[in-house]
């Protein structure tokens, strides 16, 4: 089956720094999704990517769904502490409803 | 209401007990997910339905899990004769449509230890 490896598996880091996480994937997904999930809730969209090359941004978020369609990359610039959380990328293929998740990045901001 | 609810948000129960765990989709939402997350892991798929009819249950572990919707809003997962592996964060999720671009919106999830 698919699987995704995600990495850093976590981060600590200095509030102002930017991070860098990705995601790669065995095989192809037509839909690259980054969620973030707070301590006692379930993930919550970030960002969703649908084509190839795509570079989408959401304030200081920003990904990309890589040209092989294997992999995806979520930076954060400038980073506060309510970053704070695990931060999970997800794929899909075609028009599966089916979301697999990658392993999740937990990332510590040190104010 | 204004989110995925489900309840309980802890369940501690006893080796072979069954449990059900309870999902309050969003109003008006078509499709609801079940998905099971381990302690360090992602959520990974158990089962789909869109309005009451189960489409997918592919992702279910064995027969002493299940799921139903009678009326198309709210679900219970039960897990007959319980086992200490079952024990996991249950998250549900629903959409408004089944496509592929349409946001799932996760609930805050179960979390459910087996005794």
């Known amino acids: 089956g698919q699987q995704l490896n995600q990495s850093p598996q976590s981060m600590f880091i200095q509030e102002g720094e930017d991070v860098s996480m990705n995601c790669t994937s065995s095989s192809i997904f037509n839909t690259w999704l980054w969620y973030k999930q707070d301590p006692g809730e379930g993930p919550v969209l970030l960002i969703a990517l649908y084509k190839a090359g795509e570079l989408t941004s959401n304030g200081r978020l920003t990904a990309q769904f890589g040209i092989t369609r294997k992999d995806s990359f979520l930076n954060i610039s400038a980073s506060i502490p309510s970053d704070v959380g695990i931060y999970f990328c997800a794929g899909r293929w075609g028009s599966n409803y089916k979301l697999t998740f990658g392993k999740g990045t937990l990332l510590t901001v040190n104010p | 209401g204004a989110g995925v609810s489900q309840s309980p948000r802890y369940k501690v129960t006893k080796r072979g007990q069954d449990v059900a765990l309870r999902c309050d989709p969003i109003s008006g939402h078509v499709s609801l997910y079940w998905y099971r997350q381990a302690l360090g892991q992602g959520p990974e798929f158990l089962t789909y339905?869109?309005?009451?009819?189960?489409?997918?249950k592919s992702g279910l572990p064995n027969d002493r899990f299940s799921a139903e919707r009678p009326e198309g809003s709210i679900s219970t997962l039960t897990i007959q004769r319980t086992e200490q592996r079952d024990s996991a964060m249950y998250r549900c999720?629903?959409?408004?449509?089944?496509?592929?671009?349409?946001?799932?919106?996760f609930g805050p999830g179960t979390r459910l230890t087996v005794l």
């Open positions: 339905f869109n309005y009451e009819a189960q489409q997918d």
């Open positions: 999720a629903s959409s408004l449509v089944t496509s592929g671009t349409d946001t799932q919106y």
